[in-house]
């Protein structure tokens, strides 16, 4: 099946840094990636879809400017959680979909907490 | 707008029994009903999936059931074992609308021995 890979898997920072989690699809091209974001005991919340090469569309109440993506290559996206506080601590997770498969496969998760 | 809902929220079992869980959507441009189990700390993984073709699949010990009509499925655990104590999520997408998966509420499930 196809892999994909979150770094780091957890990250502690400073109120007021930014934080750059990758997600990459290892064994596959992903034409589009996806973000999410998951509080505890909560659903999967859907942030912002993005394919290669283009802007990501950002879900309603998202903040782009603060949620910045970058998906430059067909195995690559980025999330940047700029000037993060303390509210911005969560679970994120990144999903991956590409033109052999029909189906999103989920990253392992990134767990930031802000202090 | 919830345009998934699940139930129940929680769910005990006893080992050997089987686990129902059930979801509602609202949207009949949906076309894809996928199952994705997550540990604590982990990702999501897809489990079982339906396209609304079929009235049911399954998979080893893990059945969906879907019924186009009421704008329901649900899954079916036979046999639950405690190492299937997770949280259990539905989803629902459209194909050809980015395929980007609205999920349910989840369900948190526990296996007794």
């Known amino acids: 099946g196809a892999v994909v890979s979150q770094h780091p898997s957890r990250v502690i920072c400073k109120s007021g840094t930014s934080v750059k989690i990758e997600c990459r699809s290892l064994?596959?091209?992903?034409?589009?990636m996806f973000w999410y974001r998951q509080f505890p005991k909560q659903s999967l919340m859907l942030m912002a879809t993005?394919?290669?090469?283009?802007?990501?569309?950002?879900e309603q109440g998202v903040e782009k400017d603060k949620f910045l993506i970058n998906h430059a290559s067909l195995t690559l996206s980025t999330l940047t959680v700029t000037s993060a506080h303390p509210e911005d601590s969560s679970f994120y997770i990144c999903?991956?979909?590409?033109?052999?498969?029909?189906?999103?496969?989920f990253g392992p998760g990134t767990r930031l907490t802000v202090l | 707008q919830q345009q998934v809902k699940q139930s129940p929220q929680s769910l005990i079992v006893q080992k050997g029994g089987i686990s129902i869980i059930n979801c509602a959507y609202e949207?009949?441009?949906?076309?894809?009903f996928p199952w994705y189990q997550q540990f604590p700390g982990k990702g999501p993984a897809l489990l079982i999936a339906?396209?609304?073709?079929?009235s049911e699949k399954k998979e080893g010990r893990f059945t969906i059931s879907f019924n186009k009509s009421a704008k329901q499925f649900s899954l079916h655990i036979m046999d639950s074992q405690p190492g299937d104590s997770a949280t259990y999520f539905c989803?629902?997408?459209?194909?050809?609308?980015?395929?980007?998966?609205?999920f349910g509420g989840g369900t948190r499930l526990m296996v007794k021995p």
């Open positions: 993005s394919n290669e090469g283009s802007k990501a569309t950002y």
């Open positions: 339906i396209r609304p073709d079929v």
């Open positions: 989803a629902a997408s459209i194909a050809n609308a980015g395929n980007m998966l609205t």
């Open positions: 999903s991956a979909e590409g033109l052999t498969y029909n189906e999103q496969f």
């Open positions: 064994d596959f091209q992903a034409t589009t």
């Open positions: 949207n009949t441009a949906f076309d894809y």
